[in-house]
């Protein structure tokens, strides 16, 4: 029993750094209709300006998370203006074949600037866990859960309470009738883009410290971040939510009581399953798959 | 025309070994021969379904895997073992093809991945059987009858007898009623469906095809390279083809031959003037910049200036 509360915490942690990564993806697939390959670079590129700020400006943690933010959306920004949005018009399958290219162009520019040997980021929490009844929990870790979780509810007031928000709302049901009603599509996409990599590079920023950082780990990131929206259902934030958190979990219990060699199994095995038996998400009350 | 540059080039490639003077160029000839099979494989899929299979080399992977095993642990012949090998990873594609029934465009895709995430995850952890992230050292060579196909010269010959064959196969599949209920499912599958096309039928007939085609490349690259890892799953293969079939012209026959033998020639003519990392870089640029500036690939493009010339 408290084996499980105890992998029910460490999934928790994890699966709010997914949830993030998933927010992002599902806003640029739901919005835009991009399926964005890149995102796990922006979740790399995150991480990297985390190490940057800590261990080589040596500055605040606070301070480098909100760099890696800055950063990661600045990058996004660009990205949507100089490709995605030339290409508007263009299939779907035009814009993943370029998101493609950015992923792997992203990657090896990231394994020739730092090289392939993987960088732990020194941080400054004691390691001495925290013993909260039956489980115990690093400060490192329950600060990523916390801000994960502020960063959620941020993105949530920032879609459900704002004038942008309600823009993106109205662009992702009607992208012709919200243009008509005066919406700016090109500042949404581009907004949403940036929006989208910047959660990705808080993410990044997050697990970074908690794990090692290395130019193929947004690989990963990646898929784990299309098992949240599949998971989820496109364009779904509560989905996305629900889905990091639930996917969180059960990477934990799958490398818990089945197999750690198998843990990132466990987000293909979801992706294969659900398109399978479920296409449109486990929380989704509508068909959406094109 | 065509007919005569198709003969030039079968001349061409029976010769081959004959103008080659180092064995090193022999080995780039049978690694783009090899990577013209996988090309081939991938282009009927993305060029003629418009699906876009990003867990190709799965299939490579386990043509590979199956044919080390094969002649490894059971000491069976190599042609035995490569026709288990091709079957198998065509067994592989029925799966992902039932699986993929309904499924089109992203979420192909994504299938296709998480399929090559799992079997890569496999090959390093069912360690009883594929020696985990060791690999399977010595792999031997095939053998016909009586001779050794050990040497480089001998070797081309049997690659280039592959790549033959998986053209001709190409040819004649998508030439015949199969090849144009494919091109209908990709420019409209439900004006296809509304005229009896049976749209899902093909596309796991095809997707069998593509990844038995793949397994016959990893099988003879296993025998090539005497040595079977799970690097053969790496992502690096799959975006390799990728960049063959849209650089050479995706939907046509000649075009991922030409982006084959283009994309091997290529990266070892500039290996001495930039590293592996500089060219993967350049390859994700690349395959941006053809989006952008060439985005039906060299093949058409060609075709359409010859024509223009006329």
Redesign the interface.
């Known amino acids: 029993m408290e084996q499980l509360l105890q992998h029910l915490l460490n999934g928790l942690v994890l699966g709010g750094t997914y949830a993030l990564l998933g927010i992002g993806l599902t806003l640029i ?1 739901g919005l835009m209709n991009v ?1 964005n390959f890149a995102h796990g670079e922006f979740y790399t590129l995150g991480a990297y300006v985390c190490f940057a700020a800590l261990a080589l400006a040596g500055v605040d943690f606070f301070v480098a998370l909100l760099a890696a933010i800055v950063v990661g959306a600045a990058l996004g920004w660009l990205c949507e203006v100089a ?1 995605l949005r ?2 508007r018009n263009e299939s ?3 814009t ?3 998101m ?10 990231e ?2 600037g730092w090289g392939g040997v993987a960088k732990s980021i020194p941080h400054p929490f004691p390691t001495a866990p925290l013993v909260l009844g039956p489980v115990a929990i690093a400060p490192l870790r329950l600060f990523v859960l916390v801000l994960a979780a502020a960063l959620i509810a941020a993105s949530w007031l920032l879609i459900q309470k704002t004038k942008l928000g309600r823009a993106m709302r109205a662009t992702f049901q009607d992208r012709d009738t919200a243009a008509l009603m005066g919406v700016g599509i090109g500042r949404i996409h581009a907004v949403t883009f940036a929006f989208g990599s910047g959660l990705a590079a808080a993410a990044g920023a997050l697990l970074g410290p908690v794990f090692l950082v290395y130019p193929s780990m947004g ?1 990963l990131a990646s ?1 784990k971040a ?1 098992s949240v929206v ?1 998971l989820g259902g496109l364009g779904n934030l509560a989905g996305a939510t629900l889905g990091g958190l639930l996917l969180g979990i059960a990477e934990e219990l799958g490398a818990g009581y089945i ?1 750690s ?2 843990r ?2 466990v ?3 979801i ?2 399953l659900v ?2 038996l479920r ?1 449109s998400g486990l929380f989704a009350r509508q068909e959406r ?2 | 025309m065509t007919r005569a540059a198709g003969f030039v080039v079968a001349a061409a490639a029976l010769t081959l070994p004959f103008w080659l003077q180092s064995p090193y160029h022999v080995h780039v000839a049978i690694m783009a021969g090899i990577f013209a099979v996988l090309a081939m494989s991938l282009n009927l899929l993305l060029g003629y379904t418009g699906q876009l299979s990003l867990g190709h080399a799965a299939f490579f992977g386990i043509g590979a895997y199956t044919s080390a095993l094969l002649t490894l642990k059971l000491e069976w012949s190599f042609w035995l073992a490569l026709a288990v090998a091709v079957g198998l990873a065509g067994v592989a594609g029925f799966f992902i093809g039932r699986l993929a029934l309904k499924l089109r465009g992203a979420y192909f895709v994504l299938v296709t991945i998480s399929f090559a995430g799992v079997i890569s995850l496999v090959s390093l952890n069912w360690i009883e059987l594929t020696n985990g992230p060791l690999g399977l050292p010595g792999v031997p060579a095939p053998e016909l009858g009586p001779w050794s196909l050990r040497t480089k010269t001998a070797y081309y010959y049997l690659v280039l007898a592959a790549v033959a064959l998986s053209y001709a196969l190409c040819r004649r599949l998508v030439r015949s009623r199969i090849g144009r209920a494919l091109v209908a499912l990709r420019e409209n599958e439900a004006l296809a469906e509304s005229i009896g096309v049976d749209v899902t039928h093909y596309l796991v007939l095809v997707t069998v095809v593509s990844a038995a085609m793949a397994g016959l490349g990893g099988s003879l690259y296993a025998h090539y390279t005497r040595f079977v890892s799970p690097e053969v799953f790496l992502f690096t293969y799959t975006v390799t083809m990728v960049i063959m079939v849209v650089a050479g012209g995706k939907g046509t026959l000649a075009g991922p031959l030409v982006g084959a033998v283009l994309f091997t020639v290529l990266p070892e003519a500039l290996r001495a003037a930039a590293s592996w990392q500089w060219q993967m870089l350049a390859y994700g640029v690349l395959l941006v910049a053809l989006v952008f500036f060439l985005p039906r690939g060299i093949v058409p493009r060609l075709a359409a200036a010859l024509a223009d010339r006329r």
């Open positions: 697939f399926v490709l030339p290409l779907i399958d035009t993943m074949l370029v493609i290219g950015v992923w792997i162009a992203m990657q090896n520019a394994l020739l690989d898929l299309f599949i197999s060699g198998y990132d199994a987000g293909f095995v992706i294969i398109l399978l296409p798959i094109a």
